[in-house]
Each structure stands twice: as structure tokens, then as C-alpha cells.
């Protein structure tokens, strides 16, 4: 029975479990759970999660949830992936879990919650909080930094020291990439004094594609599409400016 993966491709684990499938040729059945129409609050899928969040695989009768879960399920369990995604030595698989754990708690809070507070919230009709965006950036800043002191020290291109990716990497920069969506001036505040982590990115991004691309096409439209957003939003609040300011002139 083809495995099945239930995700939404604006989710950052979805992404990843999404791209690892199909750079190591695993088959697999894609299906939506449209998280802006809620869909995964349903009772069908709450059956398949009870937790009610994607990702979540389903291969034959085993149901499990948990991106790194899933992609360590995938690396362990399907033939053909290459060593490099989840080592067989044991001191090299107990670093990458060290990665993953970090993560949760720190670059993957820090960059949720600044981009639901700054950009996503509107959107999916949750109320923008500046105060928590601006604690969140805070995180955000400081994982950014430790990636780069701890994690990307050594000659490797990738986390400790690999010379190709993990699935701590891929984990990692798919969180990272929805900084896209932010404007340029706050992307270029938040990522633009990481050298290192954007050099990171790139080569994540070729040692995957041209599967990370398509994955990010969803992405990369909402980009566009929340820039014409802030565009208008400026332009109109410049002519309310105009207005305001001439109205005096004619009393």
C-alpha cells in the first residue's frame, strides 16, 4: 500500500517530509489538509491525528505524526535513502537529534511566532500581537546566531560540519524560508547579518532540487501575493495622508 502523507505545503514540516519523499524516490500519495479552511480540525482527520496537525504519514496500518518522527521513520524504513540523511553511525544520528531538539524549542518558536505575529496571522484571522512579534524576533535572532556559531562550525557546508545535508538541515532551512514573507527591509533585519546562513540555504536548497523549489512554489506565490497586499495598504494609507493634510486648506 502506497504511503500516504497528509499535508498543507504552507507548513514548514510539510515541506520538508515532502521534499525527503521525493529526493529519495519515495512513492507516496499527497493529500491537502487546507489548514486556512481549518480542515485539519475535522473529525475524519482527527482519526488520523488525534493531535490534528501536519504532517502526518500513513503507511498501510501505521499512523504517525511529528515531522522529525516521520522523517526519521522515512530514512529507517524505506530503501534506497542515502546514509548522509540519517547516519548509520550512532554518534552521528545522537548530534543530529541534538539539532532537532533544539530546534523545536527555539528557531522553530522564535520564526512561527514572529511570522504568524507579523505577516500570517491576518491572513488565517488570528489577532497580530507586536509585542510577542517583537520577543519572537528576539529568539529568531539568537537561534540564527547559534546555527552559525554551533551548528555550521567547520569546513562542511552543512550542520556539523556534513559535507551533504541531513534531515536536520532540511528541517532547519524550511523553517528558515518563511522569512520570505516577509518585506524586504525586515527580512534583510532579520537574516541579512547571517552570511553563513544564507550560504547554508542555497546549498540545501541545490543539494535538493529542483524538488525544494516546487515544493516552495505555494510559498513563493503568497509572497507575491502578501507584497501587492502591503503595497496597496501603503498606497492607500498615503492617500488618506493627502487627503487629511488638504482638508485644512480648503476650511
Known amino acids: 500500500m502506497e504511503l500516504k502523507v497528509y499535508a498543507d505545503r504552507m507548513s514548514q514540516p510539510s515541506r520538508a ?15 491537502k489538509v487546507d489548514l486556512s479552511k481549518r480542515q485539519q480540525l475535522s473529525a475524519e482527520f482527527k ?18 505524526f511529528e515531522s522529525h ?16 540523511w540519517y547516519p548509520a553511525d550512532v554518534t552521528r544520528r545522537a548530534k543530529i537529534h541534538s539539532v532537532l531538539d533544539w530546534h523545536h524549542s527555539n528557531l522553530r518558536w522564535g520564526a512561527a511566532t514572529f511570522i504568524i505575529n507579523t505577516v500570517l496571522g491576518a491572513a488565517l484571522g488570528l489577532p497580530m500581537k507586536p509585542q510577542v512579534a517583537a520577543e519572537a524576533e528576539k529568539i529568531l535572532s539568537s537561534s540564527l546566531s547559534k546555527i552559525e556559531s554551533i ?52 546549498d540545501t536548497r541545490n543539494a535538493t532540487k529542483p524538488h525544494f523549489d516546487e515544493a516552495h512554489n505555494i510559498f513563493y506565490k503568497a509572497k507575491t501575493k502578501f ?6 495598504q501603503a498606497n492607500s494609507e498615503r492617500e488618506e495622508s493627502s487627503i487629511r493634510k488638504a482638508l485644512p486648506s480648503k476650511m
Not at 517530509?17 to 493529500?31: D, H, Q
Open 69 to 84: 518522527a516521520i522523517l526519521i521513520y522515512l530514512a529507517s524504513a524505506f530503501p534506497g535513502v542515502a546514509d548522509h
Open 151 to 202: 551548528w555550521l562550525k567547520g569546513n562542511g557546508r552543512f550542520l556539523l560540519g556534513g559535507l551533504q545535508p541531513s534531515i536536520a538541515d532540511l528541517s532547519l532551512v524550511c523553517e528558515i524560508m518563511q522569512l520570505e514573507l516577509l518585506d524586504e527591509k525586515d527580512r534583510s533585519r532579520v537574516l541579512g547579518p547571517h552570511k553563513k546562513v544564507q550560504q547554508w540555504i542555497e
Open 47 to 64: 482519526e488520523i491525528n488525534p493531535m490534528r496537525q501536519v504532517p502526518t504519514i500513513v503507511d498501510g496500518r501505521f499512523k504517525l
Open 227 to 232: 507584497q501587492v497586499q502591503r503595497t496597496l
Open 17 to 31: 517530509v515532502i521534499i525527503f519523499c521525493k529526493v529519495n524516490g519515495i512513492k507516496f500519495e499527497e493529500i
